[in-house]
């Protein structure tokens, strides 16, 4: 079958790096949390069932959606990193977003324990984004364009969604996140054909910016941070 053909073809091996990352992470979770899941718990493994728990419920649902046609992903993409925006910027707001020390990277359910990171949102978000882009401005990407349409439409632009979610991470004092963006932004734009010295000019500026901020950052709450 179509399906069948595709996870033995690019689909495999994506597959294959996304197990190799889940188990690394398995191994890093065990290691850093059997002590106290031992003296909290009684169980050294209470951590990794409750990973467990969730890879299984994620995997379930990459696999399932893999078999929905990019179509139906084109219609809500704009729409999905419009509202990761605005979550991003009401986690911000004193009184909504919940901190934890100095960092404010959380928003909850009114009356339950439950609570996430916009940002996880917005990393999956602006992965969508950027395809949907790309596709959308295929000839200004590819270089079938004028120089100039080409910097503006297949470079700044990318480089306006990337740098907006990253100034906005940034701010909740979300160091790795923050990175996390920058490099995204920059794995989908190095395989842009158009990319020239003033292109990179351009990203490594973006990237240098964001290095900085979050190096002064941690060199000014170094003693918070291993407190």
């Not at 495999?12 to 909290?40: D, H, N, W």
């Not at 990319?195 to 709450?221: D, K, P």
Request: charged share 10%.
């Amino acid at each position: 079958s179509k399906n069948l053909n595709q996870l033995k073809s690019g689909d495999f091996m994506l597959m294959l790096f996304t197990l190799i990352l889940v188990v690394f992470g398995l191994i890093m979770v065990f290691s850093a949390s059997y002590p106290s899941a031992l003296a909290q718990y009684g169980d050294s493994l209470f951590f990794i069932k409750k990973q467990l728990l969730f890879i299984a419920i994620g995997l379930t649902f990459m696999v399932g959606l893999s078999y929905l046609p990019p179509k139906f992903y084109k219609t809500f993409t704009v729409a999905l990193f419009a509202f990761a925006v605005f979550l991003l910027i009401i986690v911000l707001i004193p009184g909504i977003g919940i901190s934890n020390g100095e960092a404010r990277r959380w928003l909850g359910l009114k009356g339950t324990s439950f609570t996430f990171q916009p940002s996880e949102i917005m990393k999956v978000a602006l992965v969508m984004m950027l395809a949907w882009y790309i596709d959308k401005h295929q000839d200004d990407v590819m270089g079938r364009t004028d120089k100039k349409r080409r910097f503006w439409q297949g470079t700044v632009m990318p480089c306006v969604f990337v740098g907006v979610a990253c100034v906005l991470v940034m701010l909740e004092k979300h160091l790795s996140g923050t990175i996390i963006m920058g490099l995204i932004g920059l794995c989908v734009m190095m395989a842009f054909p158009t990319v020239t010295v003033l292109n990179w000019v351009v990203i490594g500026v973006i990237v240098a910016t964001t290095l900085y901020s979050g190096v002064e950052y941690f060199i000014q709450n170094w003693n918070v941070l291993w407190d």
